[in-house]
C-alpha cells in the first residue's frame, strides 16, 4: 500500500503548482475592447447598432446611449458575450 501513496503523493505535488497557474492566468485575457468606425445603423428599440465594416453591437437593458445617427463616427467599447458584442460605453466624435 505504502508504494503506491508515496507516488501518487509525489504526482499530486508536481501538477499543484501548474494547475494554479492556469486558473489564474485565465482572467487575464477578459475586458473591454474597442472598436472606432462610422454608425450605419442603429436603433434604441432594437437596441442594437451596426457599423459601416459590418459589425454589430448590443445595447443592454436601460443602456442610455447618446443620439446617433448613420454616418456619425463613434468608439464602441464592448465585451464579449458568447457570441455576441455587448456595448459597455460610446464615445461619439
Known amino acids: 500500500m505504502r508504494k503506491f501513496i508515496i507516488p ?6 508536481v501538477a ?4 494554479a497557474f492556469a486558473a489564474t492566468a485565465a482572467p487575464a485575457a477578459t475586458g473591454d475592447q474597442t472598436m472606432a ?3 450605419k445603423f442603429f436603433s434604441t428599440t432594437a437596441r442594437s447598432l ?6 454589430w453591437y448590443y445595447l443592454p437593458i436601460g443602456f442610455k446611449a447618446p443620439d446617433l445617427k448613420a454616418g456619425d463616427k ?3 467599447h464592448w465585451k464579449m458575450d458568447g ?3 455587448d ?3 460610446i464615445d461619439v466624435g
Open 83 to 85: 457570441t455576441a458584442h
Open 87 to 89: 456595448v459597455t460605453a
Open 37 to 39: 468606425g462610422t454608425v
Open 8 to 13: 501518487a503523493f509525489i504526482a499530486l505535488l
Open 74 to 76: 463613434v468608439t464602441v
Open 50 to 55: 451596426e457599423l459601416a465594416d459590418g459589425s
Open 16 to 19: 499543484a503548482p501548474g494547475a
